[in-house]
């Protein structure tokens, strides 16, 4: 299981059948839910009792916790009361799988892990690679050489100092916080920092994703169709539909994701200096279409996730990697 | 009254005595509310049965509505339901007075022109002047020539577009649309694109604001203290109080607050060129304490608002200035 702190996201594994459920939870909202999320998750996905469970997280950064080491011991908590009458382990940062009373010991170690069980399964299958995860909210970017992950960073802040963790992603993202202006008949025009808008609208609006695929709440709390992210889109330039063109908004929403786009070369360029000329981009994520053009960008071949993550197209990647190295572990 | 999308202001004026209320209101959170709202803030401020009232706006831009014409022809509903047993009138960009059947058929004229007061009531005491009003959100940036508004933006979307309006302020600005990184550690940290803290919790750790002045609602819910600030401001970073030290979350704090004001120097040069040298910075509103260096910056004299504004420090100003609009027409 990989508890994030908006969606919960469980892999059950049972020889080569692979099981996955997403479920939206937001951890800020209501985190005293969260053990009943767990076991709910748990019965929904699992086809038979499971011999063991393996957990990671990133709900530790949510503001429903003080501290990483808060959030860490809460959805310790949270996971021994809903899943403890199984055999229960927890992912650390250096890939490997520890105790729950391991893992109370050292929280920095277990804390936004999930990573690792992506970069661990794609090197199993590409063993030089650059792995380009982009979620709903963050991206990463992860050397693999040799067979081995090679990221120097371990935690987020480490991480994000080394491009390897990139704020931006494929629905959550508010447009505020992708660029400062954005052009508006011909000028420059500098963007309300309101949450008017997020990265959906802009990839709702292009063609990037269904109305199905929007599956995070819209900022107006309106529906998740291209005409009611148009006027969260105009918004954001304190604008609306009356005053702005379908074709001016489309412009605005064009150019965010070329930024988007933009920092993810950047951060590749930072990451894969060290990687062969061969070795492809793996491009993973509810925002892979995000990820791809970073291949071309660099020059490397594009790799797509391994296929047995099957249709969600990754979001739940970090979860059935997670079960496959927990299986390795049993066998 | 000047009815904003967070906060709801009153002035009183009866002969030379001025009273003022602010009253936090968020209209996305229930806007079926804003009559009564409207009710009592006039029968908190009021001393006895006024006159007349005049009101302006700038909740229109909430998306509680779909378009400004919504929102305006909302707010003049609750405004007529509220006040209407009264002679009601209403501020346009232009600085004109007009009924509620005027507004009506021009909702954009009296979309968001509660700067138009204050430059108004500013013009007649500085008949030279820049006026900088920074808010809890937004900044207003106006020249002020020949005891005129010489503003060449309108309507919100031509203001930003001319530097007139900049989003930034004193209170409610999400830090990650400040600056997309901050210094830790000697190195570039990109930041969380979550609303994890505001300009509040930076000016509340660089002792600019009192607990008391941070009077809108914490990011995380916890308090406005200078403790639980830096904890937020942690987060930016996906840090936590355990992993960074105070010096290094406050240099992170000054960093951003430089930046507001390198974006507030940078909006005044757009649109004091034609200002006479000896023209001032008129410095308003809560955030005053990021107008003033603005003068310095621009190597201009700096002029406080109009004492008769009294201790609120301008927040107020425009309900202010609008009272005493009225009050002359009236005479």
Redesign the interface.
């Known amino acids: 299981m990989d508890i994030g702190g908006a969606n919960t996201k469980a892999a059950w594994l049972d020889g080569a059948t692979l099981r996955t459920v997403s479920r939206p939870f937001e951890i800020w909202r209501d985190r005293a839910a969260l053990a009943a999320v767990l076991r709910e998750v748990a019965d929904d996905v699992c086809a038979g009792a499971p011999r063991a469970v393996a957990i990671t997280m990133t709900a530790e950064?949510s503001?429903?916790f003080?501290?990483?080491?808060e959030g860490v011991t809460f959805v310790l908590d949270a996971a021994e009361q809903a899943l403890g009458d199984r055999p229960l382990s927890v992912l650390t940062t250096e890939g490997e799988l520890v105790s729950v009373e391991q893992a109370r010991a050292r929280p920095?170690d277990v804390a936004?892990a999930n990573w690792v069980a992506t970069a661990r399964a794609v090197a199993e299958v590409q063993p030089d690679a650059l792995l380009v995860d982009v979620g709903s909210?963050t991206a990463d970017v992860i050397p693999i050489a040799d067979g081995r992950v090679a990221a120097t960073g371990r935690?987020?802040?480490e991480r994000?100092?080394a491009g390897e963790?990139?704020?931006?992603g494929a629905l959550r993202?508010?447009l505020?916080?992708?660029a400062?202006r954005v052009p508006?008949r011909g000028?420059?025009?500098?963007?309300?920092?309101?949450?008017?808008a997020i990265s959906a609208d802009v990839h709702l609006v292009l063609g990037h994703l269904t109305t199905e695929a929007y599956d995070c709440p819209t900022?107006?709390g309106?529906p998740a169709t291209v005409a009611f992210a148009r006027?969260?889109i105009a918004?954001l330039?304190?604008?609306?539909?009356?005053?702005?063109e379908a074709g001016e908004i489309d412009a605005i929403a064009a150019f965010l994701h070329g930024e988007q786009l933009r920092q993810l070369e950047e951060a590749a360029r930072r990451v894969h200096g060290a990687l062969p000329p061969q070795a492809p981009v793996v491009a993973v994520g509810a925002g892979a279409f995000l990820a791809r053009p970073v291949a071309d960008r660099l020059g490397r071949a594009l790799a797509d996730a391994p296929a047995r993550w099957g249709a969600t197209g990754g979001e739940v990647a970090p979860a059935a990697a997670l079960a496959a190295l927990l299986a390795a572990r049993l066998c």
């Open positions: 950064l503001d429903a003080r501290t990483k080491r920095w936004a909210t935690n987020d802040l994000l100092l963790l990139v704020y931006t993202t508010n505020a916080a992708i400062p508006v000028d420059w025009c500098p963007v309300a920092s309101e949450y008017f900022p107006d309106r006027e969260r918004r330039v304190c604008s609306d539909v009356d005053q702005l």
